[in-house]
């Protein structure tokens, strides 16, 4: 379990993926994405199921809103987080989209970021009902992707935004640029499309054909040296390598191009 609370398999080789993604695929896992530009899982602490200070149910809210968002693509990766409470330990204030829950519903806050310049996400919006929640997060996502350049995080595209936070506001919240319904609708679309990319390539030879080492072999790529790390196979880089072993450049009949 990672930080950001996904699962993550190590040591898999490229061709035992299909069979690793139809074993998951059947016990009902879907995609997940540790690398696109796209969402993260969606943090949550217990909240009022387990936890005495939750004064909200974080979890449900956390479920529904990954489930929802989770075959978007945008500029840069997203994360988000939902606490049921104040004491914020589901960390949404270091979030793209931020969710603390009130007495009286839930605060938005939004462009927040960790890594090696951290950002604390604004407060947008207070103590919203759900429904209102979601649209206001549907509108801000999409005019996000509309509007941010290419790999730019969301706390870029704030600092960068003429007239900041205040100024999402009217875009978002009082719909000053008349677009509300539209972002409404592009978001509905990508909603209803959703497919499970691991789905999708087990159900096409053409896609499935590309998960090998080699065009002409079903064989592994013997080159690429492992060791085992706490029962895990982990592939040796080259500067870890022994003096004069570094990995061979041949393949299955003929050289690397």
Known sequence: MTGGQRIDLFGARLEQLPAIWRELADAGFETGHAYGKSLRTVKSCVGSTWCRYGVQDSTGLAVRLEHRYKGL??????????????????????????VIATDKGWNLYVCGNGGMKPRHADLFASDLDEATLIRSIDRLLMFYIRTADRLQRTSTWMDNLEGGVAYLRQVVLEDSLDIGEELEQEMARIVDSYQCEWQTTLNDPQRLALFRSFVNSDQPDEAVQRRDLRGQPQPL?????????????????????
């Not at 693509?73 to 960390?91: D, L």
């Open 237 to 257: 880089l080259t500067e870890t390598l022994p003096e004069g072993e570094l990995p061979s450049p041949t393949v299955a009949g003929g050289m690397r191009p």
């Open 73 to 98: 693509r945008a500029p840069h990766k997203i994360k988000m987080a939902v606490s049921g409470c104040t004491r914020e330990c589901a960390e949404a204030q270091g979030k793209d989209i931020g």
